[in-house]
């Protein structure tokens, strides 16, 4: 069964641009939840969706947007960037998000912004 | 506000035992979980308790005590392979079972 994909891997950006992230999970799961980690820092919760709707939302600026399609795909975007917005971007699925079902996460794409 | 306190980092010699504790406050609390992260890769899921008391998978063990607001992983006969930091993240009891996330436990293991 092939884990979750997160394309593309590495990405560099200019200060002011817009930059979209995919995320592929687990076949099946229906639950993909997105987290901004910088360095030596934990998991900074940005949002979840489920079966194409935002359930939950993390403390971060309107800047940051995702969405989630039929087939569970989801994709998050980030505009106007800023410096600060370098980090590595992990997505996570699990099947339906209920609290005993573990978070499967992918490798993550690393944004850096010059 | 919602908040999980775990050391930032903790040293252990190859072949011993080490415990990383995780308290947290929350509004209300479903279960607690414990990830895994070695550098440059993806958490890993290791355990999950609901209820209180000790959960153990091989070298691995997870203790909650919900009246304390208290959990620790326990990690027995330490290996190097063993570095890395560790995470809890705390399931709280609200409409959408939110999941949140403690700073992490970088583990040092020594030779």
């Known amino acids: 069964k092939a884990g979750v994909t997160q394309t593309p891997r590495y990405l560099i950006k200019t200060r002011g641009q817009q930059v979209t992230l995919s995320c592929s999970p687990i076949?099946?799961?229906?639950?993909v939840s997105w987290y901004q980690q910088t360095p030596g820092q934990g998991l900074q919760f940005l949002f979840e969706y489920f079966s194409e709707t935002q359930r939950n939302k993390g403390n971060f600026p309107g800047r940051f947007s995702g969405r989630q399609f039929s087939n569970s795909r989801s994709e998050m975007n980030v505009s106007t960037l800023e410096l600060g917005d370098s980090a590595l971007y992990l997505c996570?699925?699990?099947?339906?998000?209920?609290?005993?079902?573990?978070?499967?996460f992918g490798d993550g794409t690393r944004l850096s912004i010059l | 506000g919602q908040s999980l306190e775990q050391p930032s980092e903790v040293t252990a010699v190859e072949g011993a035992i080490v415990q990383i504790n995780c308290t947290y406050q929350t509004s209300g609390f479903y279960g607690l979980s414990w990830y895994q992260q070695h550098d440059g890769g993806a958490p890993t899921f290791l355990s999950y308790?609901?209820l209180d008391g000790l959960e153990e998978t091989g070298r691995f063990s997870s203790f909650l005590s919900r009246s304390d607001s208290y959990g620790y992983l326990l990690l027995q006969e330490l290996q190097m392979k063993d570095s890395a930091s560790y995470f809890c993240a705390v399931r709280v009891e609200d409409s959408n079972y939110q999941l949140i996330w403690g700073a992490g436990t970088k583990l040092i293991i020594k030779p």
């Open positions: 076949s099946g799961h229906r639950s």
């Open positions: 308790n609901a």
């Open positions: 996570a699925s699990s099947l339906s998000g209920v609290p005993n079902q573990p978070q499967h």
